[in-house]
């Protein structure tokens, strides 16, 4: 069943406002069908789908929602003003869900922990689009989960939501914990710690990624401390041509866990 709401005072619209400003820890905030069929698809528990009465007239749309509606616990129709007032893009997409936020705490990274891991760690990464688009490419690349330290932003952010397309959803992840501890973690463990470095002397191809091995990238500015460099196993480098000092982090993940996906896909037997 599908109620209406006509005032923008309503309480789920106010209660979708507060998970879109991250005032509700306990839930997240998906906007636009695709995305939204995606959380259906990983099995989020959907607490409420809020529709424009102009989607539910398209064919293809009205079929996702009823199939969203049966999962959730409330569904509602509204004009698109009101949709407007709720979403957090320029151009209201026709739907928002509000979610139960997937866990992100060391146990649910541990759990999913394989013989030979392919991990990611964002080192305070404050762009939410940067953090999403690693999600997608670490996914599309085979890692096995991801570790967000604390001050990089959050992966279940509606920035970081849309830039993923759904890897958030189904990419193990940790969030919170320090530098240190996240290296400490991975040694634990027998993985290699691995810190992209634009100073670094060894090439990425040059590294045997086909070993456990988290890749740790940096804050977009300033990357990583001497410190902490000195702190994990080794450090290495995307060689480049021309005058660019250095790759968004996003693009440079990519490579890295690319060359690491054809290293391992390389040593398996045919």
């Given at each position: 069943?599908?109620?209406?709401?006509?005032?923008?005072?309503?309480?789920?619209?106010?209660?979708?406002?507060?998970?879109?400003?991250?005032?509700?820890?306990?839930?997240?905030?998906?906007?636009?069908l695709r995305l939204s069929e995606e959380a259906q698809r990983s099995n989020l528990t959907i607490e409420a789908v809020i529709v424009s009465a102009e989607l539910l007239r398209k064919d293809r749309a009205a079929q996702a929602i009823a199939e969203l509606s049966h999962v959730s616990k409330r569904t509602v129709s509204?004009?698109?003003?009101?949709?407007?007032?709720?979403?957090?893009?320029?151009?209201?997409?026709?739907?928002?869900?509000?979610?139960?936020?997937?866990?992100?705490?060391?146990?649910?990274?541990?759990?999913?922990?394989?013989?030979?891991?392919?991990?990611?760690?964002?080192?305070?990464?404050?762009?939410?689009?940067?953090?999403?688009?690693?999600?997608?490419?670490?996914?599309?690349?085979?890692?096995?989960?991801?570790?967000?330290?604390?001050?990089?932003?959050?992966?279940?952010?509606?920035?970081?939501?849309?830039?993923?397309?759904?890897?958030?959803?189904?990419?193990?992840?940790?969030?919170?914990?320090?530098?240190?501890?996240?290296?400490?973690?991975?040694?634990?463990?027998?993985?290699?710690?691995?810190?992209?470095?634009?100073?670094?002397?060894?090439?990425?191809?040059?590294?045997?990624?086909?070993?456990?091995?988290?890749?740790?990238?940096?804050?977009?500015?300033?990357?990583?401390?001497?410190?902490?460099?000195?702190?994990?196993?080794?450090?290495?480098?995307?060689?480049?041509?021309?005058?660019?000092?250095?790759?968004?982090?996003?693009?440079?993940?990519?490579?890295?866990?690319?060359?690491?996906?054809?290293?391992?896909?390389?040593?398996?037997?045919?």
């Amino acid at each position: 069943m599908i109620d209406t709401i006509a005032s923008r005072d309503n309480s789920l619209l106010r209660q979708a406002r507060a998970v879109r400003d991250g005032k509700i820890d306990e839930l997240i905030y998906v906007e636009g069908l695709r995305l939204s069929e995606e959380a259906q698809r990983s099995n989020l528990t959907i607490e409420a789908v809020i529709v424009s009465a102009e989607l539910l007239r398209k064919d293809r749309a009205a079929q996702a929602i009823a199939e969203l509606s049966h999962v959730s616990k409330r569904t509602v129709s509204v004009s698109e003003k009101l949709l407007e007032s709720i979403s957090y893009t320029k151009t209201p997409q026709g739907i928002v869900v509000l979610a139960e936020r997937p866990g992100s705490s060391e146990a649910r990274l541990t759990e999913s922990v394989e013989a030979n891991p392919l991990l990611v760690v964002l080192h305070q990464i404050n762009n939410p689009v940067n953090v999403g688009a690693i999600l997608r490419t670490a996914e599309a690349a085979g890692a096995t989960g991801v570790i967000a330290t604390k001050n990089t932003s959050d992966p279940f952010s509606p920035k970081a939501l849309r830039g993923a397309m759904g890897s958030a959803f189904r990419l193990p992840i940790w969030s919170g914990p320090s530098f240190e501890e996240a290296v400490e973690w991975c040694r634990e463990r027998g993985i290699v710690t691995a810190c992209a470095d634009a100073e670094a002397t060894t090439d990425y191809t040059n590294v045997d990624w086909t070993n456990g091995t988290a890749l740790f990238v940096g804050r977009e500015s300033t990357g990583f401390t001497a410190e902490e460099l000195m702190n994990a196993d080794l450090s290495v480098k995307i060689p480049m041509r021309g005058l660019a000092e250095s790759l968004n982090v996003s693009v440079a993940t990519g490579i890295l866990l690319f060359e690491a996906a054809r290293q391992r896909a390389a040593k398996i037997p045919q």
